[in-house]
């Protein structure tokens, strides 16, 4: 591996844990569970975002690919990262609604809104 790609990995990983580490261990009831892209004007696929304990939450693609990351719910809202295997790191930041029952992401790009949606299961 490339010193400067170690570099880049070592850095992403004191990030990834300075972000999980400041954040609570419980997940709030409202957020813990299965959550479910509804609207996206961007036609971005539809996924799945997978909130645990522990600040653990999961990107799942329709195809069944999973990408492990970590959360932190801040004032601003709730803050995303997740590290893909090409190395490069994806960080959103997601406002509920305020009955809590909607995730709300926008786009950085074009400015859209992307909806998600609490599962049943």
Known sequence: ???TSMHRRFVL?????????KAGA??????KGR???MHDPDGSPKDFLEFGDG???LSISERGRVTSGV???RDE???LSFLLPNGKT????MLPSANQRQLRVKSNSTGNVAVYEKTKR
């Not at 994806?90 to 930041?93: F, K, P, S, T």
């Open 1 to 3: 591996m490339h010193p």
């Open 13 to 21: 990983g004191l990030s990834l844990a300075w972000l999980a580490g």
């Open 26 to 31: 419980a997940t709030p009831g409202w957020l």
């Open 35 to 37: 959550w479910e892209l």
């Open 55 to 57: 600040n653990e939450v």
């Open 71 to 73: 959360f932190a719910i």
């Open 77 to 79: 809202g709730i803050q």
């Open 90 to 93: 994806v960080r959103m930041l």
